[in-house]
């Protein structure tokens, strides 16, 4: 069974540009949820959708958005980068959602210069 | 707030030492996981535990659970390089996303 997907791994980008982050779960898994990791915060919650219906959402700004697509791909997007967003950004797929076994992506990490 | 502390922060033990690392927390969990993370790439789960007490075993690592499902244990015996990494403990209370600590990142040294 492959694992979660996650594209592009590196990515460099401008204050006030845009990103999109892609990620393909374990065959079968509906449940996707994606986090933010940074050295001074740890890994915070960002959101989780199942099923294309966001189920919960983390406390971060509206820049941060998402969504997911009928075959459980699922994307983030975050619109007028600034600095404070250089992480890793992690999605984790699991076959039920909320709290059950999740099965991270290797990450995508973002640098905004 | 973080809901989940871990401690130490960070560690650095010879190889074949013995060692445990703490998550604790004020809340009640219905379940804790723990996670190892290598450099590069994403946390990969050791173990669940779900019942007050309960104690798991998966080679020379032991994770604990407190009675009162608050607080776990991870204890490492006889250290060896291969388990350097960031370890990490996260917490579920049911219907709600699961809440990790901040880590503890771990050295052996040869």
């Known amino acids: 069974k492959a694992g979660v997907t996650q594209t592009p791994r590196y990515l460099i980008k401008t204050r006030g540009q845009q990103v999109t982050l892609s990620c393909s779960p374990i065959?079968?898994?509906?449940?996707v949820s994606w986090y933010q990791q940074t050295p001074g915060q740890g890994l915070q919650f960002l959101f989780e959708?199942?099923?294309?219906?966001?189920?919960n959402k983390g406390n971060f700004p509206g820049r941060f958005s998402g969504r997911q697509f009928s075959n459980s791909r699922s994307e983030m997007n975050v619109s007028t980068l600034e600095l404070g967003d250089s992480a890793l950004y992690l999605c984790?797929?699991?076959?039920?959602?909320?709290?059950?076994?999740?099965?991270f992506g290797q990450g995508t990490r973002l640098t905004v210069v | 707030t973080q809901l989940l502390e871990q401690s130490p922060q960070f560690l650095s033990i010879q190889e074949g030492e013995n060692l445990t690392v703490y998550c604790n927390s004020s809340?009640?969990?219905?379940?804790l996981q723990w996670y190892r993370q290598e450099p590069g790439e994403g946390p990969v789960l050791l173990v669940t535990?779900?019942?007050?007490?309960e104690v798991k075993k998966l080679k020379r690592l032991t994770f604990q659970f407190g009675d009162a499902r608050k607080d776990s244990s991870l204890h490492i015996t006889a250290a060896q390089p291969g388990d350097t990494g960031l370890y990490l403990c996260?917490?579920?209370?049911?219907?709600?996303?699961?809440?990790f600590g901040k880590g503890t990142r771990l050295s052996v040294i040869a």
């Open positions: 959708y199942f099923s294309e219906t966001q189920r």
């Open positions: 809340s009640v969990f219905s379940s």
């Open positions: 984790a797929s699991s076959s039920i959602p909320a709290g059950g076994r999740a099965f």
């Open positions: 535990v779900v019942t007050g007490g």
């Open positions: 996260a917490g579920s209370q049911g219907n709600t996303p699961l809440v």
């Open positions: 065959s079968g898994h509906r449940s």
